[in-house]
């Protein structure tokens, strides 16, 4: 059984540029939440997707954009990318109506230059 | 706003030891509230979870207690053991609307053979 999937497994980028984040969610979730990881700090909530549209958002500036696919995978943009958003980007999926947590995937580290 | 403390940042315990970890959450709608256990360079993985209607929850070595009124919440792991070694992360959560999860700033655990 698939869990959680990301790709890349890493990434460098140069001040400036543009990233996209994929995740494939786990067998027979729907939902797809996306968090921030900073070194040596707790994972901050980016957005989360459902049926296609971001429900909920974090406080998080529009330079992080997101998508959910008919599949349920989803993609994670950051534009005009700056040395603070180099972090772990982890991707996270669930149930909608589920009783249980979140299952993580391992995450994409991303380091801007 | 929503805020979950977590403490304390860092614990050394002698293996076969308890180790206590303590979370305190502000939103008194909260009413889920899972821990994970992350090992260096690795993904986020739920080790134990309470909701409001229960005060305590058990699972073999380890145990989640919960006071609503006070909004605390705690991690016990009895009998540690070096395999226990990793950063904990308490979070609490709204579910049934986004199920968005705050997190703790986690708490290195060290178990000294």
């Known amino acids: 059984d698939a869990g959680v999937t990301q790709s890349p497994t890493h990434l460098i980028k140069t001040r400036g540029q543009q990233v996209t984040l994929r995740c494939s969610p786990k067998s027979g979730h729907d939902t797809v939440s996306w968090y921030q990881q900073a070194l040596g700090q707790g994972p901050q909530f980016i957005f989360q997707y459902y049926e296609e549209e971001e429900r909920q958002r974090g406080n998080f500036p529009d330079r992080f954009s997101g998508h959910q696919f008919p599949n349920y995978s989803s993609e994670l943009n950051v534009n005009a990318l700056l040395l603070g958003d180099s972090a772990l980007y982890l991707c996270?999926?669930?149930?909608?109506?589920?009783?249980?947590?979140?299952?993580f995937g391992s995450g994409t580290r991303l380091t801007v230059v | 706003g929503e805020n979950v403390e977590q403490h304390p940042s860092t614990l050394s315990v002698q293996e076969g030891d308890s180790a206590v970890i303590k979370c305190t959450y502000s939103d008194s709608a909260s009413n889920y509230f899972p821990w994970y256990k992350q090992e260096l360079g690795k993904r986020p993985q739920l080790i134990i979870d309470?909701?409001?209607?229960?005060g305590e929850k058990k699972d073999q070595r380890i145990a989640v207690t919960l006071n609503k009124t006070a909004k605390h919440f705690s991690l016990h792991i009895t009998e540690t053991q070096p395999e226990d070694s990793a950063v904990y992360f308490c979070?609490?959560?709204?579910?049934?609307?986004?199920?968005?999860?705050?997190f703790g700033t986690g708490t290195l655990l060290a178990v000294q053979p």
């Open positions: 979070a609490a959560s709204i579910r049934g609307a986004t199920n968005k999860l705050i």
């Open positions: 996270a999926s669930s149930l909608a109506q589920g009783s249980r947590g979140y299952t």
């Open positions: 309470i909701r409001s209607n229960v």
